[in-house]
């Protein structure tokens, strides 16, 4: 999920911003990204190829390998295979302040959330996680002000007379509506440029795509992309990967609940039928084999789950990170899944 809190403005350019280098993890999984060169005269090239690095996705098969060589990774890491989650979810919350605190534009800082994104459906694969689901877009970030800007809206809530505060509003509309656009728009430009130009590699590597929200709203070139994506990827079977666009989990709670009552209404469900099971089948998440995830990551030290998966995340697992998104790399997702198999799960009495 897009944190879309602040505007942004062109800040001075920062030079020698310490960037923590990553432990080294004995599962080498992906290359490492190099640090981010922010002395260099231009730190958004500098932030381009932090985005471009690792173009080339070859990766060795876990069947090739076997499952002893597997087991023996994993036991490397730490890790074992038969506890590992089947379902990982990501909250994707950093970008912004990774990039403002850089002097970068808020779009380099997206760019750079994107590069994980693609380097974790790549551990995924090494890991067998089966299912990996973002929080790409929420309903929220249509709507949400930006801090700074909510002190116009404030100010036109007091109790002024009604010129003063209509004013406040429109001032706060005027200025920092735009700007909300303007960013709200390249999201969804990026989203169709990690579509064209990553769908070849996920039909390679056995990636299926899916996307839960309400597309519908979504512009209708990237619904076309959906589509076409989830179409061409729909029989592979080694990692499903799901972006959550235009989605929340009361949204998603709502429109089951409008499902199931125009069933009754209509005759064609009972309503003694009802039960978890019915209710889980008209949730967005009936596409995804695993649909509840086994443990969800969040970035940037936030301690929420911003109203996403509300249902699906009655026995998740939550590990909350304090580095912001584009920072996050291979070593932080190990000791998440490694935080996770240290965990008792018991689901209420049953352990896992």
Not at 122 to 143: D, Q, R, Y
Not at 219 to 246: C, D, F, H, Y
Not at 303 to 322: K, P
Request: aromatic share 10%; hydrophobic share 40%.
């Amino acid at each position: 999920m897009h944190s879309l809190r602040f505007p942004y403005f062109p800040l001075p350019k920062i030079t020698n911003v310490p960037v923590k280098s990553r432990p080294s993890s004995p599962f080498s999984v992906v290359p490492k990204l190099h640090k981010l060169n922010l002395s260099s005269a231009n730190p958004h090239a500098a932030a381009e190829d932090h985005c471009t690095q690792v173009k080339s996705w070859e990766l060795v098969d876990r069947e090739e390998k076997g499952d002893h060589q597997v087991a023996e990774e994993l036991a490397a890491a730490g890790l074992r295979a038969e506890l590992m989650p089947k379902h990982v979810a990501v909250i994707m919350d950093g970008n912004r302040r990774w990039a403002l605190e850089r002097g970068l534009s808020v779009e380099d800082g997206h760019r750079g959330g994107g590069r994980v994104m693609k380097q974790i459906v790549e551990i995924c694969l090494k890991l067998g996680v089966k299912v990996l689901t973002f929080f790409a877009f929420s309903t929220e970030n249509w709507i949400r002000p930006a801090v700074s800007g909510l002190l116009f809206f404030v100010f036109a809530a007091l109790p002024f007379n009604f010129s003063i505060s209509h004013l406040c509003l429109s001032i706060g509309r005027l200025i920092y509506g735009p700007c909300m656009q303007e960013e709200v728009a390249f999201l969804m430009s990026l989203f169709e440029e990690v579509i064209n130009s990553d769908l070849e590699d996920f039909k390679r590597l056995g990636v299926r795509m899916s996307v839960i929200g309400n597309k519908s709203e979504l512009p209708m070139s990237l619904q076309g992309l959906i589509r076409l994506a989830e179409e061409s990827t729909k029989a592979n079977s080694k990692l499903q990967l799901v972006g959550a666009m235009n989605y929340s989990g009361r949204y998603d709670i709502t429109q089951a609940c409008k499902s199931i009552a125009k069933k009754v209404k209509d005759g064609l469900l009972p309503l003694q039928e009802i039960d978890e099971a019915l209710f889980q089948q008209e949730l967005e998440t009936k596409c995804i084999e695993f649909p509840q995830p086994d443990l969800l990551i969040r970035t940037s030290g936030e301690l929420r789950v911003s109203n996403f998966m509300l249902w699906q995340m009655a026995y998740t697992e939550l590990v909350f990170v304090e580095k912001l998104y584009p920072d996050f790399g291979e070593a932080d997702f190990i000791a998440a899944v490694s935080s996770f198999q240290k965990r008792g799960r018991r689901r209420g009495g049953n352990k896992y």
